[in-house]
């Protein structure tokens, strides 16, 4: 069972969560919140006016659950046996994305019933982010970035960013401002989907 704290914590500098109980901007405001039964929720969402929320898949099983209120949860059972590394809202759809080998994600457009979706490449992906309005982009720890503009329905690739320095692998993509931008989190190297590659300033912190 997944203390409330920890749920809590899952939320700040997230998507906020719950009507009146967001956690908003500085001064944050904390409300007590009942997780979901069960152990090892990672990632937690808002979207189609309710909380998504999905565990990491520790122990082999991946369970979803939702709630209008976040006292109230109703759990999905086994909609995946292979771990997950994030969950995003698309701004119609939720999309989870597979840790290791792959070219599966999982989408639901109600955080009910999900459904595998074969994206463009079997690639070992790290993360994924969307701009909200249906473009998703999902990176590789090569470099490739599958990228949908559909809400994850359909998928193409754009093949190898700059290599990562020192033979490393790109772990985070992020979007913001009309930019997507992939980091390697071991040098703080900086790649755009444009190929500029960039690199982080000393003393740097992610």
């Known amino acids: ?28 405001t904390n409300s007590i919140i009942s997780p979901p039964t069960g152990s090892n929720w990672k990632y937690i969402v808002y979207g189609e006016n309710k909380c998504v929320a999905i565990q990491d898949g520790t ?23 292979t771990a997950v590394n994030k969950l995003i809202y698309t701004g119609a759809d939720f ?5 290791g080998s792959g070219n599966i994600v999982l989408k639901s457009v109600d ?8 994206v463009s490449a079997t690639e070992t992906y790290n993360s ?7 473009k998703v982009w999902l990176l590789g720890q090569s470099g490739n970035i599958s990228y ?13 960013l700059a290599t990562a320095s020192g033979s490393q692998t790109w772990d985070l993509i992020q979007y913001g401002n009309n930019i997507v931008v992939a980091l390697d989190k071991d040098t703080g190297d900086l790649a755009s989907v444009s190929y500029t590659h960039l690199t982080l300033p000393t003393n740097r912190e992610v």
């Open 1 to 28: 069972h997944t203390p409330p704290y920890q749920m809590l914590r899952s939320l700040v500098g997230s998507e906020m969560c719950i009507r009146d109980r967001i956690i908003s901007e500085p001064p944050f």
């Open 59 to 81: 122990g082999g099983t991946v369970n979803a659950a939702y709630s209008t209120d976040t006292d109230n949860w109703t759990t999905v059972s086994s909609v995946s046996t």
């Open 95 to 99: 999309i989870a994305s597979h840790s």
């Open 111 to 118: 955080g009910q019933t999900w459904s595998n979706v074969t």
């Open 128 to 134: 994924i982010t969307t701009d909200g309005a249906g």
């Open 148 to 160: 949908s503009t559909d809400h994850g329905t359909n998928w193409s690739t754009i093949t190898a």
